[in-house]
């Protein structure tokens, strides 16, 4: 197999990496490794495999890498695009994880050189493609005052739920949101739409979300008492669609509007704006994965 592995820089002194590219390379493969240097060239190298004719590229790094891949590859024209594998090299490698993306570097190598692609469906959030979780409809932008689990909620970084749930203590925000079942005028404090099933570092934001069934879960949660910490936690953690203060729904997609601009995070980027559509994109790559993997409506087709 013919393969490109674009490597976070970061993560290019690693010991067992050069050992897995070596044992990868033993075992006859042509792999080759570009690394990254600044924001930007994780898309340039995947723009060059496709005009190489290279079938495959492999996203070494945490959840950003494989955000930077997924847009990059959206930039070729179908017919041209590889496959995407994953070696999770990350602090939290969310959708790795979900996935059951093998943690050792030599077994996740192995997997994304010689598993069988299959499609998936990427999130899009306007102009921009995200393959885990975008978060939004935050009460305040993020400044110096920011309580820190927030900040972590924001970046993708570790956070307990109940640390969350205790930063959020300002106002919601107000938007007008729409769907395909129609519009309501609402507010929210938190947001997260959903390809994916966790982020913040195992938090299970939608423990029922599929890779390739078309539709994004939204979770969002509406403001609430300090009173109600617990409740809210519950509520997030026991994943029904009736609770008091968590809702969630499933859709192809979701408008959002705001009369004052709103900050969003797309599996780790930040942008702000007041008016966003996120739609799921389905099929759009051919993501390897393992045979196990949960995210998928079947997990077995892919096999043979």
């Not at 599929?210 to 026991?238: H, K, T, Y």
């Amino acid at each position: 197999m013919h393969a490109r592995l674009i490597l976070n820089g970061k993560k290019a002194d690693r010991p067992d990496v050069r050992a897995a590219v070596e044992a990868v390379r033993a075992a006859g493969h042509d792999l080759e490794v570009r690394v990254t240097w600044e924001r930007g060239d994780a898309a340039r190298f995947v723009a060059e495999a496709a005009r190489d004719g290279v079938p495959r590229v492999i996203a070494g790094g945490g959840d950003g890498s494989v955000n930077e891949a997924a847009n990059g590859l959206m930039a070729v024209a179908a017919p041209a695009r590889p496959a995407l594998g994953i070696l999770p090299l990350g602090t939290a490698n969310d959708f790795a994880t979900a996935c059951r993306v093998p943690v050792e570097a030599e077994a996740a190598l192995r997997l994304a050189v010689t598993g069988e692609p299959r499609p998936v469906d990427l999130g899009r959030c306007n102009d921009t493609f995200f393959a885990n979780v975008a978060s939004g409809g935050f009460g305040a932008a993020v400044t110096a005052e920011t309580p820190v689990e927030l900040k972590n909620f924001l970046g993708g970084g570790a956070y307990t739920l109940m640390g969350l749930v205790k930063a959020v203590h300002f106002a919601p925000y107000a938007c007008s949101i729409r769907t395909p079942d129609g519009a309501v005028e609402g507010s929210m404090v938190v947001g997260a739409i959903c390809n994916g099933r966790q982020a913040g570092g195992g938090q299970p934001l939608a423990p029922d979300a599929v890779l390739d069934d078309g539709l994004l879960d939204i979770v969002s949660l509406r403001e609430f008492p300090a009173s109600a910490a617990v409740q809210v936690v519950s509520e997030i953690l026991a994943n029904r669609s009736d609770g008091e203060y968590v809702e969630r729904i499933r859709t192809p997609w979701i408008e959002v509007t705001a009369p004052a601009p709103i900050p969003v995070n797309l599996d780790g980027e930040p942008m702000t704006g007041t008016s966003f559509r996120f739609a799921c994109e389905p099929g759009c790559v051919r993501m390897v994965l393992p045979m196990n993997c949960p995210c998928l409506r079947d997990a077995h087709a892919s096999r043979g």
